[in-house]
């Protein structure tokens, strides 16, 4: 049978006009691709495996409960391998090869700091948990929205828990020489001021110094009445705490989670130098005064412990973090759709998501989303199941 | 405060001159300066940390154990780092081929055994106190090491060949010395010498992969100090750095202690450009 012009054409625009029809059914079952940037390994990965965890979690229950619409969510990893260099290599692939929806992560600020640019130059929507200020910038990177605290909040925490819970005055800050180390006494030595409090002793020392007792003592006869380090360095920080611990010195040691890290425990000389050394943490992952944690977070560990899902080794707020993010990403897809713009519109009016982590809002103006009451701190030496009791002096929530 | 100042001063000061000590012998048997002298150290602390702590071998095995990896990587910084250079020691090549080998053992040991410090074990399960272990073995070891060096290089007949291709290498294998062995010979007992540094100072200076630039710097100034090659000068030389170093933490402290070390340093070289202990070397011919 031969098939004239009119026919063949006929057949072709029935065609296309089928493939037109049928593209929003097929698009609906598509699958919600969510680029995701954790270092799974490398020296940095032990935060990413933590996240890693909870966000997977939250991606398997999702799409058990029938997706997003029934759309499932499907989680496309790039391990960074703690690597800047890496995470902008996967991040191109996730936005040009993969044509991701939304890009969360990286989970290091190292890796975001080399990625957010990227990212916003491609108009990929990003959702990333990494505390250096620069990292969200609403006129620079419209797109990018973090659900975690700024440097600034978690130095604000530290300061306001000395000065206006433990009430002291006088106050020593030590950092080491690092970019953070530096970057964060700075910042925070002209707050302490502002609070009222009176720095007594500042000093900026190599990390890998064998010996603190010089600058120890010299905060002991400066009369300072609170020791606040700035440092990732668990070695530097053990040697503060040990040599406090060797002077028999008992003021309290406040500031950064490495503090409570069991890295830095390794290295103290006797469990009760761990004693009066308070870490940043966060008030809705901590256990309150009663020893209990907030219902939420009780109810997470219920579910984690039921899948089974390891916390000996990681810390709650990285499980709950990364949890949080897929619930977050699939309320605002459920809102709005898979649009970018449509997101970050949803997005920049997002008021109190009730994560398990804390409850996020941004504004246009504002994409900072953890509040700063949230930002507390806890007691070193209390960690079980990943989580710390609120250190002394706190109210109930 | 004196007590501070001398102990840990001592202390560190012992740790200073052996890596300096093995600066020396790895350039008085290749004319060259092995930047690698610092990282010998921090291997020391590491492999120290994972052989007692990690794997539960006792503390001796442990201690062989880090002795035999020092030495191991000294015998590969001599083959790959050193060896290939050594034609073309006036372009000093060394310089970059040693660093290179350093920064790829420095980055190795931080994706293996992880960028935080670890704990180093107690050596003898004694109470802490005062003039504690952590102090006095760097100094034990310090003694050690001169005394076997001294023996070594004046009463065997292996230290009277070190000695001679130290003098003149030329020389040396005309008359059927085996040069290349004994060059490789010496760089492990370099790599012993600086994995005990780091054994014996792990207590104070803790298993960590960034004591490696630190060591290899700190040591490197006993070196020019001292007078290159002269093993007593670096001795003095790395106990006066440590003294001063500890009494510039208390009286200047934070990093205006490293800045007052690295003034001083200078205003020497430049009224001593041999170092201290140094004088112009002269030969006959």
């Known amino acids: 049978m031969s098939i004239t012009r009119r026919q063949a054409l006929k057949s072709a625009s029935a065609a296309a006009l089928a493939t037109a029809i049928a593209k929003p059914a097929i698009a609906a079952k598509d699958p919600i691709l969510v680029g995701y940037l954790p270092a799974v390994t490398g020296p940095s990965s032990s935060t990413g495996i933590g996240i890693t965890r909870g966000t997977e979690l939250a991606v398997q229950e999702i799409n058990k409960a029938g997706g997003v619409d029934g759309r499932q969510i499907e989680l496309i990893t790039r391990d960074t391998q703690s690597d800047p260099t890496k995470a902008v290599n996967g991040a191109a692939e996730l936005t040009r090869a993969a044509k991701v929806s939304v890009v969360f992560g990286p989970l290091n600020s190292g890796e975001s700091l080399a990625v957010v640019p990227l990212l916003a130059r491609t108009k990929t929507l990003q959702i990333h948990p990494c505390w250096v200020d620069s990292l969200t910038d609403v006129k620079k990177y419209p797109l990018c929205f973090r659900n975690a605290p700024t440097n600034q909040q978690i130095g604000g925490a530290a300061n306001r828990y000395v000065v206006e819970v433990l009430k002291k005055k006088k106050v020593a800050v030590i950092s080491d020489t690092t970019g953070y180390g530096t970057a964060s006494a700075n910042a925070y030595v002209p707050m302490l001021k502002q609070m009222g409090a009176e720095v007594v002793y500042q000093g900026n020392v190599d990390a890998a110094n064998p010996d603190l007792k010089p600058e120890i003592l010299r905060m002991q006869s400066a009369g300072a009445e609170a020791i606040m380090p700035w440092s990732v360095n668990a070695g530097f920080l053990s040697r503060i705490i040990n040599t406090r611990g060797q002077l028999n010195w008992d003021v309290p040691i406040v500031g950064q989670t490495t503090l409570g890290s069991g890295q830095t425990k390794a290295l103290l000389e006797k469990p009760e130098y761990w004693g009066k050394v308070y870490p940043n943490n966060f008030r809705p992952v901590s256990y309150g005064a009663d020893g209990k944690l907030p219902p939420r977070a009780a109810a997470f560990i219920d579910r984690l412990r039921s899948n089974k899902i390891d916390m000996s080794d990681t810390l709650l707020w990285w499980i709950g973090v990364g949890y949080d993010s897929p619930y977050m990403l699939a309320e605002a897809i459920k809102a709005v759709g898979t649009d970018t713009e449509k997101l970050a519109g949803y997005f920049n009016k997002l008021k109190d998501f009730a994560g398990v982590y804390g409850d996020i809002s941004f504004t246009p103006e504002q994409h900072d989303g953890y509040p700063d009451k949230q930002v507390v701190m806890v007691e070193a030496n209390s960690l079980k199941d990943g989580a710390f009791n609120l250190a002394p002096g706190y109210g109930a929530a | 405060m004196v007590e501070s100042i001398v102990l840990s001063g001592v202390a560190i000061g012992c740790l200073y001159a052996l890596i300096a000590i093995a600066y020396n012998v790895m350039f ?33 095995v442990g201690f062989l154990g880090a002795l035999a990896g020092g030495a191991l990587l000294g015998i590969v910084t001599e083959i790959v780092a050193v060896r290939p250079v050594l034609k073309s020691l006036d372009q000093h090549l060394y310089v970059l081929s040693t660093l290179a080998l350093a920064l790829i053992v420095q980055q190795f040991t931080a994706i293996e055994f992880g960028t935080d410090a670890q704990p180093f074990p107690r050596i003898f399960d004694i109470a802490r106190g005062g003039f504690d272990q952590q102090y006095w073995l760097p100094m034990l070891a310090c003694v050690v090491t001169i005394v076997g060096l001294e023996l070594l290089y004046r009463h065997t007949l292996v230290g009277h060949a070190f000695r001679a291709i130290a003098e ?37 200076l803790l298993a960590f992969f960034a004591n490696a630039p630190m060591l290899t710097f700190y040591g490197f100034v006993p070196v020019a100090l001292g007078g290159m090659g002269n093993n007593r000068g670096a001795i003095v030389a790395g106990l006066i750095l440590g003294l001063f170093q500890q009494t510039a933490n208390f009286l200047v402290g934070g990093i205006f202690a490293s800045v007052a070390v690295f003034a001083a340093f200078i205003v020497v070289l430049l009224a001593f450009p041999d170092g201290l202990a140094g004088a112009s070397a002269q030969r006959r011919v």
């Open chain 2, 28 to 60: 008085s048997a290749s004319r060259v300066f092995s930047f690698t002298a610092g990282t010998l150290g921090m291997v020391g602390g590491v492999l120290g940390s994972i052989f007692v702590l990690r794997m539960g071998l006792p503390v001796w």
């Open chain 2, 168 to 204: 003149d290498n030329y020389a040396a294998r005309a008359l059927g010395l085996p040069e290349r062995g004994l060059r490789l010979a010496s760089f492990a007992l370099a790599g012993a010498i600086g994995a005990l540094a780091g054994f014996a100072g792990g207590q104070l």
